[in-house]
């Protein structure tokens, strides 16, 4: 009988071994090759903060409340990520957080900052050794990810690196006898059993942590006793094939804790950062119980979401692990008296999606799709997410205003609508600090900065009016400088095989004998095409290609925009004149770290002189009086007031509507359309500057005012346009103009005198003179 039995046994014996060893060859694979895909993650740049800047204005508290920052009262700031304000006093203590920058390691101090009025930073020091300090860093935000399927964002982390009291309260939580236990706790499956079979179905589990890691890996959420069993041997094996630390490891590395958008937390260190704004070693015993008492139901135990569920469960926490011997009495009364204080929640995202869509595209062309998923890069990125975000409302503001005001405008398809864009770089590092590639990218996706081409219209005479000034410094024919005069008169291009082009002016308006600064600043077409045509074509072709517009079609058309670039390629080009002829190629991607730390790939800036900085100089003086007095001018009625230089542009079609401009440290180029190329019927002044103009206003309001620097070989002179002289003080009309040396006027008018003027004599001609600004502006 025995016999028997044994002999059928045989067969059954046979097929657990080959099982068992299916599994245990599964779960060493598992262990010795790659345990998780770490998505890549992408950064802004970081954000430095000096005396003189005002919190406001520099949007202090929202960049904090997006880098997961806490605000605790005043004298209570104990922990990384904590800060308090006192409006009282004006100060702001503040913790920052550590952070592995690309080239340094930085944050951790304890910083003090003083404030004046409308929170103005006057000082910050060291807290503890009140040591001057000029400027603080705060680190980077994460903007986006990279990765296949789901978005599980998680920071490995040693064991050796968790303070074992967080060990303790999962353990607590989770499986208190895992040190005892070989991969199965046959009392808790006993306990477990018996409530399923009560229960009818499958209730509880009675799992051990080294079971969950099991399910994780390798298995689905079924609740089935056919999952349990494989579980089961999976559990056994890995006991069998690795040191309990080992296992432990790997479990606080994958757990689930939580959601965050579309981001998946995964891991303690993701889940202390995400809900404590603070790394494990820094959270109190009381934090680690409540992080700890999520794993069992992480979304439902949430403690921004749910506090009471996860202050109860917190609690309970605490209780076993009084009851299994971790902490003191003492401990668990002073962690059950302490109250929850998880992060604030904030609503504004620090998504940059256009930005992050040229990112992505940038990196597809460098790195494998399995790398850039797959690998943990972190990828260090220009943005400026607190200035990305004054662009999209400048952008939704202005487009909504344009509607209001002009109902023809209104559309009621989503992909019909008005659009816009905006894109902003520093012109001297060349980094993208905003991109707002639209209106709304739920709706569209399709950045307008770098993907749509229209024509610039008289955003492009710019080229023109520089190869006209290049042929004065560079010593050519013909001789023009900012005061120098044209016709501004309807004439006729003729031009290859006997074919002809009238340019006309905005609304037929002719200005007739004009200077070129005020040709430039009412964009007078008529004007600016017969310079085009007294210096040929073949120069203002050869300046576009110094520009970066190249292969330029050979017509007259294209010295007024008749071509058609992108956003973007026009950034390029207006930076030149803002970095005195150095072009530097605008860029996103500052540096690449792989997850050891090591930068693959860094950013050498890379400056090339396309101009001579005499020329920038003088282009830089021309688009200054076109803010100040011509077609630019209603930024100053908009109230910005700092230096600033830049040109409206429209088409002759009325399609599209530009503006372009800088101030010494800031460019930003401005489009509205329609993509479907209808009619706006709107000029640059009127559809796209008042979003430079906002947008402008907040983004370099944190920045010391700048003025413009005058290149050596350069004067500005004030001029008597009547006689070309020197102005005088008794000259009725004066002009500023800007010379090389030597070109200057030197002698002061001597037909407007104290007695001319007395006598009523050398009455002033009419001339045109810009306007202090544009009623009826041609562009």
Do not use: C
């Given at each position: 009988m025995v016999a028997a039995v044994l002999f059928a046994s045989v067969p059954v014996i046979f097929f657990v071994q080959q099982k068992y060893s299916a599994v245990k060859e599964e779960v060493q694979a598992r262990f010795s090759g790659k345990r998780w895909n770490i998505p890549s993650r992408i950064y802004s740049d970081s954000t430095t903060i000096y005396p003189?800047?005002?919190?406001?204005?520099?949007?202090?508290?929202?960049?904090?409340?997006?880098?997961?920052?806490?605000k605790v009262d005043p004298g209570k700031v104990r922990a990384r990520g904590e800060y308090s304000y006192d409006s009282k006093r004006g100060e702001l203590v503040i913790f920052l957080h550590n952070f592995a920058y690309p080239d340094r390691q930085f944050g951790g101090e304890l910083l003090r900052v003083r404030l004046g009025r409308d929170q103005m930073i006057e000082e910050i020091d060291d807290f503890g050794t009140r040591k001057p300090t000029y400027s603080l860093e705060l680190e980077p935000e994460l903007i986006s990810g990279i990765f296949e399927g789901d978005w599980q964002q998680r920071r490995l982390v040693p064991l050796d690196q968790i303070p074992p009291a967080f060990v303790d309260a999962i353990l607590a939580a989770e499986d208190h006898r895992f040190y005892e236990h070989h991969g199965l706790?046959?009392?808790?499956?006993?306990?477990?059993?018996?409530?399923?079979?009560?229960?009818?179905?499958?209730r509880q589990g009675g799992s051990t942590l080294t079971q969950q890691l099991m399910k994780n890996f390798f298995l689905s959420r079924e609740r089935s006793w056919r999952r349990k069993v494989k579980e089961a041997m999976m559990a056994y094996a890995a006991e069998r094939l690795y040191s309990k630390d080992e296992i432990l490891e790997n479990y606080v590395n994958d757990i689930y804790l939580g959601q965050r958008g579309q981001e998946g937390i995964y891991g303690i260190w993701e889940a202390s950062e995400y809900y404590f704004s603070k790394e494990p070693r820094d959270l109190t015993i009381a934090e680690m119980a409540s992080i700890a008492g999520m794993i069992s139901s992480p979304n439902r135990l949430n403690p921004l979401k749910h506090p009471d569920l996860n202050l109860k469960r917190r609690d309970e926490v605490l209780a076993l692990m009084l009851s299994d011997g971790y902490i003191s009495k003492g401990a668990h009364d002073e962690a059950v008296s302490e109250p929850l204080h998880a992060r604030e929640t904030f609503t504004e995202s620090n998504d940059a999606p256009w930005f992050v869509d040229f990112v992505k595209r940038e990196l597809a062309e460098r790195y494998p799709p399995a790398v850039l998923s797959g690998e943990g890069l972190r990828i260090f990125t220009s943005l400026d997410v607190h200035m990305e975000k004054l662009g999209e409302h400048a952008i939704e503001e202005n487009l909504t205003d344009l509607e209001a005001k002009h109902p023809k405008l209104v559309r009621r398809e989503e992909k019909d609508r008005l659009e816009s864009c905006l894109v902003a770089i520093e012109p001297q590092s060349g980094k993208i600090r905003a991109m707002v590639g639209g209106r709304d990218y739920r709706q569209s996706q399709f950045n307008r900065v770098t993907q749509s081409h229209r024509q610039p219209g008289s955003a492009f005479k710019v080229v023109t009016y520089a190869a006209v000034f290049d042929e004065t410094l560079s010593g050519g024919p013909e001789k023009f400088l900012p005061t120098s005069y044209i016709d501004d008169t309807q004439f006729t291009w003729?031009?290859?095989?006997?074919?002809?082009?009238?340019?006309?002016?905005?609304?037929?308006?002719f200005f007739g004998h004009v200077s070129l600064e005020f040709a430039l600043e009412e964009s007078l077409n008529a004007a600016a095409a017969r310079l085009a045509n007294t210096i040929g074509l073949d120069r203002v072709l050869a300046m576009g290609n110094r520009l970066g517009f190249t292969d330029l079609p050979p017509y007259p058309s294209v010295v007024l925009g008749g071509i058609e670039v992108t956003p973007m390629q026009l950034a390029r080009a207006y930076s030149i004149f803002a970095d005195y002829g150095l072009r530097v190629q605008p860029y996103a991607v500052t540096a690449v770290v792989d997850s050891n730390g090591k930068v693959i790939e860094g950013h050498e800036l890379r400056a090339e002189q396309v101009i001579s900085p005499q020329l920038a100089g003088i282009m830089q003086f021309m688009l200054e009086q076109v803010i100040n007095h011509g077609t630019g001018a209603a930024a100053r009625t908009m109230g910005f007031r700092r230096p600033a230089a830049g040109k409206t542009g429209t088409t002759n079609d009325a399609k599209d509507a530009w503006f372009a401009g800088f101030t010494p440290n800031l460019l930003t180029v401005v489009w509205t359309g329609f993509d479907q190329k209808e009619v706006l019927g709107l000029t640059g002044a009127q559809a796209s500057l008042p979003a430079w103009t906002n947008f402008m206003k907040a983004a370099t309001a944190p920045r010391p005012?700048?003025?413009?620097m005058i290149p050596s070989g350069l004067v500005k002179e004030v001029i008597d346009p009547l006689t070309g002289y020197k102005a005088g003080p008794f000259c009725p009309v004066k002009l500023e103009g800007i010379f090389p040396v030597g070109e200057e006027p030197t002698q002061v008018c001597p037909l407007h005198t104290a007695t001319t003027a007395a006598s009523g004599g050398a009455s002033d001609h009419a001339i045109p003179v810009a306007p202090d600004s544009a009623v009826d502006p041609n562009d």
């Open positions: 003189g800047q005002g919190l406001k204005e520099t949007g202090f508290f929202e960049r904090l409340a997006r880098l997961n920052y806490h706790d046959l009392v808790r499956i006993i306990k477990a059993a018996w409530v399923d079979l009560t229960a009818g179905s499958v003729t031009y290859a095989d006997n074919m002809s082009w009238t340019p006309n002016n905005y609304k037929d308006r005012p700048l003025d413009f």
